[in-house]
């Protein structure tokens, strides 16, 4: 594996959390509170790896740069703006909100999972897309 294979694996990350997301949300929908757990779980333990994949991937490469074509880069910008800003804020509500899971505060995590959910949703659906921007659909080399 070398430092380029990298962004791939970050994608497959992002993209594994969001599906243990999306199924821990109709597991406690459908009141399977042990399947939900495990998905949760699982979606925080992707997403750690992938955040720790990220910043030595970044410490290393350094900053990557949407060039072209220049007629889509306010959008992508725009995407990775929103995305960079929740991705920053959902950090705490990730960790408080299983906090209280963990507390048994049921109460109190199911107010901020309503919130949280959605936002973590984001951040991993759109650091896929931001990752088939940079590396597929238009490669910046």
């Known amino acids: 594996m070398t430092l380029s294979d990298l962004p791939g694996i970050n994608a497959g990350l992002n993209s594994l959390s969001a599906i243990f997301l999306l199924f821990g949300f109709v597991f406690i929908r459908r009141g399977k509170q042990g399947a939900h757990r495990y998905c949760m779980s699982a979606a925080l333990c992707t997403s750690a790896l992938f955040l720790a994949c990220y910043l030595y991937y970044h410490f290393h490469a350094g900053r990557t740069v949407f060039k072209n074509p220049e007629w889509f880069r306010p959008i992508y910008l725009t ?3 929103t995305h960079t800003v929740l991705a920053v804020v959902i950090v705490p509500m990730i960790l408080m909100t299983f906090h209280r899971a963990v507390k048994a505060r049921y109460e109190l995590h199911k107010k901020l999972a309503r919130w949280t959910w959605p936002l973590w949703m984001y951040v991993s659906v759109t650091g896929v897309l931001i990752y088939f921007l940079l590396y ?5 080399h």
């Open 136 to 140: 597929r659909i238009f490669p910046q």
């Open 79 to 81: 995407l990775l703006l």
